[in-house]
């Protein structure tokens, strides 16, 4: 069993910068695919970045590219996500997702482990 922990969320304004890391307990953490989900208020739950096991590919939503970097460092079984530039509309619970047999999915079915969620909230 994995157990996945979000930290680094926060009320930022927008233009600010925030980095999530998501920690991973359990064995073989690099025998599985990372990514990160966010769910606004009232939203349904979108796809917001995923990485491949060894953190050589990576995929992002249209909307987060060229803002939002997802990474991972497997000796501290941990993924990130770097956000720069926040804006207002970014404002939502941030989940971060494991998956033990699809790669660089953006669908939320092939994800087997969840965390509990960050908030992050950006002022205008």
């Known amino acids: 069993q994995v157990q996945l922990v979000e930290s680094g969320g926060g009320l930022v304004q927008a233009g600010d910068s925030l980095r999530l890391s998501c920690a991973a307990s359990g064995r073989s953490f690099s025998s599985y695919a990372g990514g990160w989900f966010r769910q606004s208020l009232g939203q349904e739950r979108e796809f917001i970045a995923t990485?491949?096991?060894?953190?050589?590919?990576?995929y992002y939503a249209d909307f987060v590219k060229g803002r939002f970097t997802i990474s991972r460092d497997n000796a501290k079984n941990t993924i990130y996500l770097q956000m720069n530039g926040l804006k207002p509309e970014d404002t939502a619970v941030y989940f971060c997702?494991?998956?033990?047999?699809?790669?660089?999915?953006?669908?939320?079915?092939?994800?087997?482990?969840w965390g509990q969620g960050t908030q992050v909230t950006v002022s205008s």
């Open positions: 997702a494991l998956s033990a047999s699809v790669s660089l999915s953006v669908r939320e079915r092939h994800y087997d482990y």
């Open positions: 990485i491949a096991r060894t953190g050589g590919g990576t």
